[in-house]
């Protein structure tokens, strides 16, 4: 499979694929700024193994939710390969949306595939992560980590001594995570692979609902969490 994640047709126009500098949009200082808190994001940028592919969203938010899991199973794939290889833990292909999608912003564009792809792929070892464009976060620890320039999906190989804590309200997932071995396996051999169904298949595996003030752009969407 190619390094750089074949176009989407459709919701998703491709604007640039696989690249350590994107041009559609400055990530250089935030990424730098990130180093402070992730222990491979430095080596990892230094040897060129941190990798931006940039979609714009161009289609109503059911598609465009489609194809951003799409892409993101298509980057999973591409890297499971790679992770077992020299380096493979400094590896990181980033999914990144721009643009705007009447009736929904991109939290609620983000969460369902973010969703999905995390079941889907933690018992083989990978990890989605989320970020929202000008969100500040603050760790479990109580750090504040930067706002992000724009919207995207992280995906890299899972550390397993590290991941699962940040799982704590998906035990479960969080146990799978923590045991992950990739055997080459289909993760869809017992899943749909229509995005209906995969969308209707992660229900099952949403924790139970925490009470929070509703946002108007994401009814019925999972937990928000960067990790």
Avoid at 80 to 104: A, D, F, Q, T, Y
Avoid at 163 to 181: C, I, N, W
Avoid at 200 to 206: C, I, M
């Amino acid at each position: 499979m190619s390094a750089a994640p074949r176009p989407t047709a459709g919701a998703l126009r491709l604007v640039e694929a696989g690249t350590t500098r994107p041009r559609s949009v400055d990530i250089g200082d935030y990424a730098h700024r990130m180093t402070a808190h992730c222990p491979y994001l430095a080596p990892s940028l230094q040897q060129g193994l941190t990798t931006w592919t940039v979609y714009r969203a161009d289609g109503d938010a059911e598609a465009v939710q489609a194809e951003l899991f799409h892409a993101g199973a298509q980057a999973a794939e591409w890297l499971r390969p790679l992770l077992s290889r020299p380096h493979g833990l400094l590896r990181c292909e980033n999914i990144v949306l721009l643009g705007e999608v009447p009736g929904m912003g991109h939290r609620g564009l983000l969460a369902w595939p973010h969703w999905a792809l995390k079941n889907l792929y933690g018992p083989v070892g990978v990890m989605f992560g989320k970020f929202y464009a000008g969100e500040e976060e603050v760790t479990a620890a109580g750090h504040r980590i930067p706002a992000a320039p724009a919207s995207f999906l992280p995906v890299r190989a899972a550390v397993r001594r590290r991941d699962p804590r940040f799982l704590h309200a998906t035990p479960d997932l969080a146990a799978a995570l923590a045991a992950a071995d990739d055997d080459g396996r289909d993760v869809f051999e017992h899943t749909p692979t229509q995005w209906k169904d995969i969308r209707t298949w992660a229900r099952d595996h949403l924790p139970p609902p925490t009470p929070s003030p509703s946002s108007p752009d994401t009814p019925a969407t999972p937990p928000r969490s960067s990790s």
